[in-house]
């Protein structure tokens, strides 16, 4: 990882046509000025730990592993029964 | 009464008014824009957002004081307005809101829950959005106690 240090009113280039500005430094937290073409997708770090957890979390639910989980989680009171026939919609 | 066809909790009678919308899907699921909430008595507070469209997709579920009590939805004013949010933001049975973790479980690691971007319901609308919170001192990988060591939920 390229590491540099910017002051506040400083910016770094990235490519052609990216410009990345500290416009702010302050109590723990950084204000970035971000100028790109239009094409270019910009997103906070936090929507991509939310699609990664999301994408892991789906993997998660097969009936098996759901019916282990509920066991363990509920020291055995999830039977596999109710998995398959209580289930209904929550008003 | 419509009945969906699920893979992990096999068919499920529901309402044309149960469905949930998401307008603007999950991240990472952002086709899936229709999920019913369903819960078993003998599994609360655990709740299951199923999608109406792929039926091998499904999450677990908490509400998010099932996890920390005293939590505090921080959830940005587009993310409350995409659910026709009027009110304060608050998570909470008596602010009318829904607000859900998403449960993450890995092999040989405790589950964690994702506190950092819960999803939050408007039930008077029927829509949902996943608030991605920036301004929130939770984790994305909150981990779950077994055996309630987060005051018993377990």
Redesign the interface.
């Known amino acids: 990882m390229l590491v540099i240090r910017r002051r506040a009113g400083e910016a770094v280039l990235i490519g052609d046509g990216i410009e990345v500005r500290v416009l702010e430094a302050a109590g723990g937290r950084v204000t970035l000025g971000i100028t790109a073409p239009r094409e270019v997708l910009i997103l906070r770090e936090e929507i991509r730990l939310a699609a990664e957890e999301n994408a892991a979390a789906a993997r998660a639910v097969t009936p098996e592993r759901l019916r282990s989980i509920l066991e363990r989680w509920r020291g055995g009171a999830g039977s596999s029964s109710s998995v398959s026939k209580i289930f209904r919609p929550l008003r | 009464m419509p009945v969906l066809k699920t ?4 068919p ?4 044309a008014e ?1 469905v949930i919308e998401f307008p603007r899907g ?4 952002e086709e899936e824009r229709r999920f ?8 609360r507070p ?3 957002l199923q999608s109406v469209e792929r039926e091998e ?4 579920c908490l509400p998010v004081r099932a996890v920390v009590p005293d939590y505090r939805l921080a959830a940005s004013p587009e993310d409350l307005e995409e659910v026709g949010w009027k009110g304060e933001a608050e998570a909470g049975s008596e602010s009318g809101l829904l607000c859900l973790a ?5 092999e040989g690691e405790a ?1 964690t829950a ?1 506190l ?2 819960p999803v939050v319901i408007n039930p008077e609308t029927r829509r949902g959005v ?1 608030a ?3 301004e929130t001192p939770y984790s ?2 909150h981990p779950l106690g ?1 055996g309630g060591e987060e005051g018993g939920c ?1």
Do not use: C, S
């Not at chain 2, 893979?7 to 096999?10: A, D, L, M, R, Y």
């Not at chain 2, 999950?26 to 699921?29: G, K, N, Q, S, V």
């Not at chain 2, 997709?57 to 677990?60: G, H």
């Open positions: 893979k992990n909790f096999g499920i009678e529901y309402e149960d999950l991240p990472a699921f019913l909430l369903v819960e078993g008595p003998a599994e655990v709740v299951f997709l499904a999450f677990i998403i449960v993450t479980v890995r589950p994702n950092m971007a996943q991605i919170q920036t994305h990988r077994v377990w």
